[in-house]
């Protein structure tokens, strides 16, 4: 059992430039999240989805979007990257709202 | 709006020892549930431990136990005879459980606390 995948766990973006991160489940999951972290700062929600076909923001969702066309996958859209958008994205699942989160193994995002 | 405080930037601890983790949290839904997560150096997040606001009883897990006093709102991780793989970022995070489940299962983590194990 995969659990969360993320792909791919490491980039290099120049300003300006877009790019998809690739998150998808394989536990059949409804609600996915998005999540940064920026250096030593906890995790913050970009974006999140509650079933094929819906999604909302989350506390940080300037600069990204999110399509969720099934329900395995998940993906976070970066059009015109910032320096800002430096950070670690996570990916994340949950069967229901009383049980843990199984998050992915991160994207580290460098913007130069 | 649901907030989660952790005041300890970075603890130490003497192997085999046990150590305590503060997280504060506060909130006005009822329902509620309080996570633990590990983050070591290679960034993965591991569940530790859940602890949820109507659990008569504290959560443990292994060595480690929730040290829950909801009337003062904390949430503390308590790690008994603490091991060198223990040396890791940890995080306390809340998800509320609104009527209707309607939160969605989001969590908002704490700012997190740097836990070094000393041999």
């Known amino acids: 059992n995969a659990g969360v995948t993320q792909t791919p766990k490491f980039r290099i973006l120049k300003i300006g430039q877009s790019m998809t991160l690739q998150c998808t489940q394989d536990?059949?999951?409804?609600?996915m999240y998005w999540y940064r972290q920026d250096p030593g700062m906890g995790l913050k929600l970009i974006y999140y989805?509650?079933?094929?076909?819906?999604?909302d923001k989350g506390e940080v969702p300037n600069g990204y979007n999110v399509s969720r066309s099934t329900t395995e996958d998940f993906p976070l859209r970066l059009e015109l990257a910032a320096p800002s958008q430096t950070s670690v994205y996570f990916c994340?699942?949950?069967?229901?709202?009383?049980?843990?989160?199984?998050f992915g193994q991160g994207t580290r995002l460098t913007v130069v | 709006a649901q907030k989660i405080t952790q005041t300890q930037p970075g603890m130490f601890v003497q192997e085999k020892e046990a150590v305590t983790l503060d997280c504060t949290y506060d909130t006005s839904d009822p329902s509620y549930g309080l996570f633990w997560y590990k983050q070591p150096s290679s960034g993965e997040m591991i569940f530790l431990i859940y602890q949820g606001s109507y659990d008569q009883q504290n959560a443990t897990e292994g060595r480690y136990s929730l040290n829950f006093q909801k009337a003062r709102k904390s949430a503390n991780l308590v790690i008994s005879a603490s091991q060198l793989g223990d040396s890791a970022m940890y995080f306390c995070a809340m998800r509320e459980v609104n009527a209707g489940g309607t939160s969605y299962g989001k969590l908002t983590f704490g700012q997190g606390t740097i836990l070094t194990v000393h041999p």
């Open positions: 536990m059949n999951h409804n609600y």
């Open positions: 994340a699942s949950v069967r229901g709202v009383g049980t843990e989160a199984f």
């Open positions: 989805s509650v079933g094929a076909g819906i999604t």
